[in-house]
């Protein structure tokens, strides 16, 4: 399995940004797809994700409004609108994929892209 990142940039506070991860290898539905973030000094954590077999999403509470975790299914792509950006949303953007339960934690993803940078100025 190999996730490919894409996306990421130097945008202004307030500006947008979109992030694609291409899945291969992916045979089954029953994973979760999303996208976690770690910054400087600090802990990788989620972001967003999506099950694959029915769409429903997950959001952390930090960005529930601003950010919309999408897919192109003919594409296994997920996709990560990212609106109002702030200077906090700083981080390197980490593609996931998981079968697993723990799939809101580090530990439990099985699978993980390059990191993509995203910087936000104010």
């Known amino acids: 399995v190999q996730l490919q990142a894409s996306g990421g940039g130097l945008v202004q506070a307030g500006g947008s940004l979109r992030l694609s991860c291409a899945a291969s290898g992916l045979t089954s539905s029953n994973y979760r797809m999303g996208w976690f973030r770690q910054a400087p000094g600090k802990e990788r954590d989620i972001v967003a994700a999506?099950?694959?077999?029915?769409?429903?999403?997950y959001y952390a509470d930090s960005v529930k409004g601003r950010f919309t975790i999408s897919r192109d299914n003919a594409k296994n792509t997920v996709y990560l609108q990212m609106n109002s950006l702030k200077p906090e949303d700083t981080a390197v953007y980490y593609c996931?994929?998981?079968?697993?339960?723990?799939?809101?934690?580090?530990?439990?993803?099985?699978?993980w892209g390059k990191g993509t940078q995203v910087t936000v100025s104010s």
């Open positions: 999506m099950r694959w077999s029915d769409g429903a999403t």
């Open positions: 996931a994929a998981t079968n697993s339960v723990l799939w809101t934690t580090p530990s439990g993803i099985r699978y």
